[in-house]
């Protein structure tokens, strides 16, 4: 086959302990699935879940026991934090059920969904999708995948994340509003889940901004961790 130009490489993020690597197909996005958080956004209650994605290109691969750089994204002025655990599916399948879920869990890492707050409120204002707020380049912090059968009691783990050595978010994924088994659920109802496939599953309380020079150090017990610095 010839190309007009030559294809971007495959985008992908390394497994913990091996030489291998997950190749990347899309990455979907929860929202507001921690009842405090919200709360914090000014909502209330279990209402059903809803997803956005990001392009596969907004991710910022963060190696173990490494740091990594992402810089102050254009047009924003109020750039926020949001730590998340992210599901790696490794088999696809449409219409899963919660109770066959982790059937198709390849593993976790820890994410970061960056966004450009005050873009996202001005476009929720109008009524327009807020792609701009979400899904600009580096928007996607990630860790190493850590294999399911390795990452311990995810369901229950303490996430967490700080800014130049303060907390500023806390809980534990046990507060999920939509367990992991329930997205995966509602998600595969909406498209067919593929391979490669990756899902920020929520972030709780605490969203703040940060500013050119913060270092994020974000953590899911049982993952390895992640620091990037905001250039």
Not at 111 to 139: V, Y
Not at 199 to 205: D, K, L, Q, R, S
Request: hydrophobic share 40%; aromatic share 8%; with cysteine.
């Amino acid at each position: 086959m010839r190309y007009v130009f030559n294809p971007a490489p495959t985008v992908s993020v390394p497994v913990l302990g091996t030489a291998s690597h997950f190749p990347v197909h899309r990455i979907y996005c929860v929202g507001r699935n921690y009842e405090e958080h919200a709360k914090e956004m000014g909502f209330t209650g279990r209402e059903p879940p809803f997803f956005f994605l990001k392009p596969t290109d907004a991710l910022v691969v963060v190696n173990a026991g490494e740091s990594a750089a992402m810089p102050y994204p254009s047009l924003t002025k109020n750039l926020h934090h949001e730590i998340e655990l992210v599901v790696a599916i490794g088999t696809g399948g449409k219409n899963i059920q919660a109770g066959d879920a982790h059937k198709h869990i390849f593993g976790y890492a820890v994410g970061l969904d960056m966004t450009r707050r005050d873009l996202q409120n001005e476009m929720k204002k109008q009524g327009r999708p807020w792609c701009i707020g979400k899904a600009f380049d580096h928007s996607a912090p990630i860790g190493p995948i850590t294999p399911v059968d390795q990452a311990g009691d995810i369901a229950n783990a303490e996430i967490y994340l700080q800014v130049n050595g303060q907390d500023r978010q806390r809980s534990h994924v046990s507060k999920l509003i939509w367990n992991i088994a329930e997205t995966i659920e509602h998600l595969s109802a909406a498209w067919e889940l593929q391979p490669g496939d990756l899902i920020y599953t929520g972030t709780p309380e605490g969203v703040a901004a940060v500013v050119a020079g913060d270092t994020m150090t974000a953590a899911v017990t049982g993952l390895e961790p992640i620091k990037v610095t905001v250039d």
